[in-house]
């Protein structure tokens, strides 16, 4: 019986030691549960105030694009370097000088953009070189937490590409005297010397098939964008035929009234040129961006087309211009 009983004692006491044991282990986790309970706690709200921000920036950047492609002034004619907000004005977007500033799930934010002329150097996106009127620099910042110290920030290029519009003439059979401004050339044109306009509907020829130039010049031609339009390019359809040649060249101005100095691609003397053999009668060809030649932002354009061969004439079918707002 006393055997028992020590063995008895010895139970009870390895029970208590098991008991105080379980019980040190048992804080242990419980305390290291808390510990890791308010690191993921903390590392949920860093996550969570990240991506605020980036729903936030996102946001401005969506509204930024699309007024833009409304207006492109609306973004062109903005102070560099200058702090900007966009408000909502009754059903539209605005934007004005300064930061926004607002509280959303408990976290304090500032936001605002700004914009930055583009220079390219022989086509390229350059530290140096000739401001590029139809590109745009934008840098979003946002500015969050208390005292606002951690930050976010995103810059993009917008280009004036959208909501592109035409000027396409595609028949001349209503003769001349149409000076304009007009903002569809329908059938009509400003003058010509040697051309044939009527024998076919549509379609403009030479007279005669010989040395002697053929020429052709449009009506004015009217955007209707009062800060002026964004020039893209130039499309014509027809043929060249055996031994033709069809150039371009173009004016542009702020005034229906000109002056009217026409371009080809780099200066007063030189053509857009299509000459067969051309590879591909029906051609585009993109207007510059840069130098006197560039008819950008500009609210009047006109065209001069020249016909001319060595053996039979060649044919215009479409003259398109194609313009962004």
Do not use: C
């Not at 909502?88 to 959303?104: K, L, P, R, V």
């Not at 003769?175 to 076919?200: E, L, M, R, V």
Request: without cysteine.
């Amino acid at each position: 019986m006393k055997f028992k009983i020590k063995n008895l004692k010895f139970k009870k006491a390895q029970s208590l030691v098991e008991l105080l044991v379980a019980i040190s282990i048992g804080t242990i986790l419980i305390g290291g549960s808390v510990t890791l309970m308010g690191v993921s706690l903390k590392s949920y709200g860093a996550v969570r105030k990240h991506l605020q921000a980036n729903i936030l920036i996102r946001q401005s950047a969506e509204l930024i694009q699309s007024l833009a492609y409304s207006d492109w002034h609306n973004i062109d004619q903005l102070e560099e370097g200058s702090n900007y907000q966009i408000i909502a004005s009754s059903t539209t977007w605005t934007i004005s000088t300064g930061q926004e500033t607002d509280i959303i799930n408990d976290i304090p934010y500032k936001r605002y953009f700004q914009v930055y002329d583009v220079l390219r150097d022989e086509g390229n996106i350059s530290d140096t070189g000739d401001d590029d009127p139809n590109t745009q620099k934008i840098t979003i910042f946002l500015r969050y937490d208390n005292d606002y110290i951690s930050s976010s920030s995103v810059s993009f290029y917008l280009t004036r590409s959208g909501d592109n519009k035409t000027l396409h003439q595609e028949d001349w059979s209503g003769g001349n005297g149409q000076t304009g401004p007009i903002s569809n050339p329908g059938d009509k044109f400003d003058s010509s010397s040697n051309i044939d306009y009527a024998s076919t509907t549509g379609s403009i020829y030479m007279v005669t098939a010989t040395t002697t130039p053929a020429e052709l010049t449009s009506s004015i031609l009217d955007t209707g964008v009062s800060n002026g339009a964004g020039f893209n390019s130039l499309l014509w359809q027809g043929a060249l035929n055996t031994g033709g040649s069809v150039k371009f060249q173009i004016a542009f101005s702020d005034s229906s009234s000109g002056p009217w100095i026409y371009y080809g691609p780099t200066s007063e003397v030189d053509y857009y040129e299509f000459v067969a053999p051309y590879p591909v009668d029906n051609d585009s060809v993109a207007f510059p961006t840069i130098s006197s030649a560039s008819p950008q932002n500009n609210r009047y354009i006109r065209y001069k087309v020249y016909l001319s061969t060595s053996s039979t004439t060649p044919q215009v079918d479409d003259i398109i211009i194609n313009w962004s707002p």
